[in-house]
């Protein structure tokens, strides 16, 4: 009865591999986000689907591409990884309503990712 | 663009003493301003909000948060400290300018001593 799951939870791969983290919501939320912890703890938003519909683009490679199926999975793919892709990548989900300001954003476990 | 500052790395803190995490923030418009814990290898977990009305937020596990306007800060504080608490917080806000993105601070360790 997780809210928000991750799979895998440890990915190590080589560099040049090309890799996918899934994520999934049963909340029944329609706002889904990734966002990247980097080794010093600082965490930033990557991307932000709502119902499916790509709402925020932050400057990122677009090595890395999400890939929204239904409002329940947002999943993050990653071309040609390279070194600096190592860190810990977190999904997360908000409930919809009239004020999207106001909404608690709620995370997954986190997938942390070694690229060697 | 909306910001947060997190002034400290690590806050230690005696068990049963007072706790304080410290945010200051930065908004073009009305600031709505949240609080996460990260446990070692988890993920974060809200602890509680501030987007309006009373300027004392309660939160989950004791926590509770101090919005105060005139020095644009939301404190963090727990009056009695477990050691269970030590953990990694991180403030956050968002603003009608920043496009419903959630600026995170830099965390603050909190390390809880016995």
């Known amino acids: 009865d997780t809210a928000v799951s991750q799979t895998p939870k440890y990915l190590v791969t080589q560099m040049g591999n090309d890799k996918s983290i899934k994520c999934e919501q049963n909340?029944?939320?329609?706002?889904m986000y990734w966002y990247k912890q980097d080794s010093k703890k600082f965490l930033k938003i990557m991307f932000s689907y709502n119902n499916k519909e790509l709402i925020i683009n932050e400057t990122v490679p677009n090595r890395f591409s999400p890939k929204s199926p239904d409002k329940a999975h947002l999943n993050l793919h990653i071309n040609s990884l390279e070194l600096g892709d190592s860190a810990v990548y977190f999904c997360?989900?908000?409930?919809?309503?009239?004020?999207?300001?106001?909404?608690?954003?709620?995370f997954g476990p986190g997938t942390r990712l070694l690229v060697l | 663009a909306q910001s947060v500052a997190q002034p400290e790395d690590q806050v230690n803190v005696a068990e049963g003493n007072p706790l304080t995490v410290k945010c200051t923030y930065s908004v073009s418009g009305n600031p709505y301003l949240f609080w996460y814990v990260q446990y070692p290898n988890r993920g974060l977990q809200f602890l509680l909000k501030?987007?309006?009305?009373?300027?004392l937020v309660k939160g989950s596990y004791g926590f509770e948060a101090e919005f105060n306007k005139s020095q644009t800060s939301f404190h963090l504080k727990k009056p009695s400290a477990l050691v269970s608490d030590s953990a990694l917080y991180f403030c956050?806000?968002?603003?009608?300018?920043?496009?419903?993105?959630?600026?995170f601070g830099k965390g603050n360790q909190v390390v809880v001593i016995p």
């Open positions: 501030y987007i309006t009305g009373d300027n």
């Open positions: 956050a806000v968002r603003d009608w300018y920043g496009n419903n993105r959630l600026a």
């Open positions: 909340l029944g939320h329609d706002t």
């Open positions: 997360a989900s908000s409930q919809p309503s009239g004020r999207p300001l106001q909404e608690t954003q709620y």
